[in-house]
């Protein structure tokens, strides 16, 4: 597939500070896997974010593969369409879209589309609306210029424990969750379900304040942009979390900066 260009742009030329950070967990590194979780971002001419994160299944070979094709292809299918009027029709499209590009690289490998499964979010975020659509788990939560904290989404879980619905699942483009948020929100994140457990109150789905918290002070904080995921991929990394989870971490955080 043609990777689009410039896809974890640089937020300095707009208001939005980026940062994101993907890392494989405690246990992948135990087998010898690597992380297959992906994420990626773009700020757009008209000052639009667009933000994806995605998690490969762990039962499936070739998931970071998949995980970062319905990432990239869900971007650039939004960036090509850049408009302020981003919202449920346009994310329906780049959900379908990274569906068939996911199905497509099936096929030139020859292997199952399971092979290649992922979880999927997608946001698209202005100084006035955020929107969101989400397959599977993992979560998006924003902060309102009131520190209010919202739950735009919240985990997809199946039947049984630790199941979730995948980008190429029967029926998942059906079953997506989509939010559109309209007022002014000052910081946003998004991540994959290995922080599930840290960032959010179960089985409610509540975003938990104290974690969030130092996060959201840290993305506000001036600093190069290879410093800053450096220093989030160290929390990641740090006791606090792998004592939680040993699954494969993605985190990704926005601060709109209102002047």
Known sequence: MTESANLEASSIASNWRVVGASVCGTGHQKRSLPCQDYHAW???????????VADGAGS???SQIGSEIAVKSAISFLADRASTRLYQSSLSEAIAFACEQVKAEARDRDIAVR????????????AEKIAIVQIGDGAAILRDRHQNLVSLTVPQTGEYANETTFLVSEGALESAQYKVWEGQADRLALFSDGLQLLALKMPEAEPHAPFFAPLFQFISQPMEDAAATEQLEKFLRSDRVSKRTDDDLTLLLACLDWG
């Open 42 to 52: 773009q700020v757009l001419e008209n000052g639009a974010l667009v933000a994806a």
């Open 60 to 62: 499936a070979a070739w």
């Open 115 to 126: 092979e290649l499964a992922s979880t999927l979010i997608v946001a698209v975020a202005t």
